[in-house]
């Protein structure tokens, strides 16, 4: 027995986004993040006079918009990260019999995918969360997420920093190509405020927390008029320090390293910025010169949502030119940078303009270092 066509095309037919209530601006961050340092700076006023402390400088508006392009988070909670004595979220445990904060976030962004997709939960057979920080090592958020909407079939979770959802997207299409699942529901609940070192000026402006959600099926039972078939993926990896973070289980085993700064985000802006941009343009460059695309015939570019200067200078590789505002759609102005989530973003507001059968590039860039490629197709 031959497969149709469509069974062997498999398609994005429903996206979703959970964002928090609460915001955080740049004043209002910067307000904190200042008070901290001069709160700093008057308890250990003995040591910096004396040169053997570090005095603590101020952030402000200015420097976060020229470093990043951010003006504006979501986040699960802001009196604690705004509070400076604390400059961390207050997010309460919960009993094991409770959903967790990351599975609420997840459902609710599920939730709005399917209704898009116009899918019930007894037609998906499979649920990844990808995403860079899981709030547990187990059991698996995926298969809580799964219980929570009553999805039979499997779970699991994977993680690849920034490129979380891409590399996401693959395994998606993969399972679905195979025959192992039939639609599969991929999740990036990202709760970045949870990981991020406020108290560090290089990087307390960076990140957001938001979760989205993608519906990944064959062509052939897709229901949504608004479908995009994935024409390709493509993954890299290649290692780097320049983005880490050591925090887990095995952090308990040296008492030393407890509360240590590389517990928390850490990066090298600088290199990350001059290693990942020729990286990812070339990435993307090959990718669609196998695809036989012509780059003149790329209508949108979802790239990954972390440094403004970053997006315009690879899309400007890619390109050849710089490129026009709806081309490389920015939503990290808003959201700041939310990880894997920033991409998926970008394509769930920013792709109902293209016509059927112009194409775009959803494209994540981060920590690994990992990038992915994944061309799409509006049916």
Known sequence: MTQSKDARRVVISGTG??????????AELVKSFNAYV???NAENRAAIEAGTLEALSHSSEEFIVKASGIESRYVIDKTGILDPARLCPRIPERADEEPSIQCEIAVAAAREALVQARKTVDEVDAVIVACSNLQ??????????????????????????????????????????SGSARCVLVLNPEICSGHLAW???????????????????????????????????????????????????????D????????KLFCQNGRKVFKEVVPMVAELIASHLSDESIEVSGLRRMWLHQANL??????SKKVLGRDAEPAEA?????????TSSAGSIIAFH???????????????????????????????
């Open 38 to 40: 001069d709160n700093f």
């Open 17 to 26: 986004l959970y964002t928090p209530q609460q915001t955080i601006s740049n």
């Open 349 to 379: 507001k920013h792709r109902q303009d293209l016509q059927s059968g112009e194409v775009g590039v959803i494209c994540s860039f981060g920590a690994g270092y990992s990038a992915g490629s994944v061309i799409v197709k509006r049916l």
């Open 329 to 337: 759609p920015v939503i990290l102005n808003e959201y700041a940078n």
């Open 255 to 262: 008492e030393s390293g407890i509360g240590a700064r590389d």
């Open 136 to 177: 547990r090592a187990y059991p698996a958020m995926a298969i809580e997420v799964q219980n929570a909407l009553g999805i039979k079939g499997f779970g699991f979770d994977m993680n690849v920093a920034c490129s979380s959802a891409t590399f996401g997207l693959q395994c998606a299409r993969d399972a679905l190509l």
């Open 309 to 314: 200067g970053m997006n315009q200078l690879i």
């Open 199 to 253: 108290q560090d000026r290089d990087c307390h402006f960076i990140f957001g927390d938001v979760c989205t959600a993608l519906v990944v099926e064959r062509a052939e039972t897709c229901k949504n008029p608004d479908a995009w078939e994935i024409i390709g993926t493509r993954l890299q990896t290649q290692f780097s320090n320049n983005i880490r973070n050591n925090f887990g289980f095995l952090n308990r085993c």
